[in-house]
């Protein structure tokens, strides 16, 4: 596959065309940023851990029936994938209060959701900041229709559950995640972007540490110990949760 021009660089990757019209390749970045951008670093071999991570995560979500937009594997640091036309609504799906939502409604964070998980939408527009979107302003704006929004929203709940019995097995709480959608050339929902530590906020299970792009939001220190820990789990055979007990 050869890769050709440059058609986007983002915060964690940068996106290149192919000599084949419906694919592309997505290389991982160790560049990170929070707050809206307004905070800037790196994270050693940050690329190449969440690439592998985002390769084995959406092999998971593949082979239990979750379509995504993986190919396979194209260098250590980027993934051939399916061009999609993006949705312009963010998905976040949460099973414990952390983060914006402690804010938002005031409870502590680490309070279990009462009937999770919660999906919350995100208009995806940086002038704007991202905000929270209700569902009558996702139909205002008409960006997705509602029977996609139906089909990934129920994507979301599926993928929730295939992901946290996943962690769960690798002694790790899955307390929330971000994803992104997007439309394959038949109008097909598929999973986009990438599932790693950048995306996901990642606890571990005994000590309740934190294992995800927190450490480096709050200076917590430990960063890349932290994603290559959260790699080690994910690579790993990991331990059915009943037989661990
Ligand atoms: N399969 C795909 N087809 C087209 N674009 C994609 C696909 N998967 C992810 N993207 C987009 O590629 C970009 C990935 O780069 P990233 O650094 O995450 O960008 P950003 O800074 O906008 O978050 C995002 O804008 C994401 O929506
Ligand atoms: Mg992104």
């Known amino acids: 596959m ?61 082979d239990a029936g979750v379509r995504t937009h993986f190919l396979g594997p194209d260098s250590p640091t980027a993934m051939r994938i399916r061009r999609l036309d993006m949705l312009k609504v963010e998905f976040v799906v949460r099973n414990v209060v952390a983060g914006s939502l402690a804010n938002r409604i005031g409870l502590p964070e680490g309070t279990a959701l009462k009937k999770p998980p919660l999906v919350e939408y995100y208009y995806k527009d940086d002038a704007l900041h991202d905000p929270l979107l209700c569902l009558g302003h996702i139909e205002e704006l008409g960006v997705v229709s509602p029977d996609e929004l139906a089909e990934a929203t129920r994507m979301a709940r599926k993928i929730n559950e295939i992901l946290q019995k996943f962690f769960a097995e690798r002694n ?33 299970a005994q000590t309740q540490d934190k294992l995800d792009k927190d450490r480096f939001r709050r200076d917590l220190g430990g960063v890349e110990e932290a994603y290559a820990e959260v790699l080690r789990r994910v690579l790993s055979e990991g331990v059915s949760a009943k037989e661990g007990d």
């Open 2 to 62: 050869t890769r050709l021009e440059k058609l986007y660089e983002g915060k964690a990757k940068i996106v290149y065309a192919t000599d084949d019209p419906d694919v592309y390749i997505q290389d991982f970045k160790d560049s990170a940023t929070a707050f809206d951008g307004t905070k800037k670093g790196t994270i050693l071999d940050k690329g190449r851990m969440n690439n592998n991570m985002s390769a084995r995560l959406f092999r998971l979500l593949e």
């Open 172 to 204: 790790l709480v899955l307390v929330d995640f971000k994803l992104e959608f997007g439309r394959d050339k038949a109008g097909n929902i598929m999973l986009g972007d990438e599932i790693s530590p950048d995306t996901c906020r990642l606890w571990d």
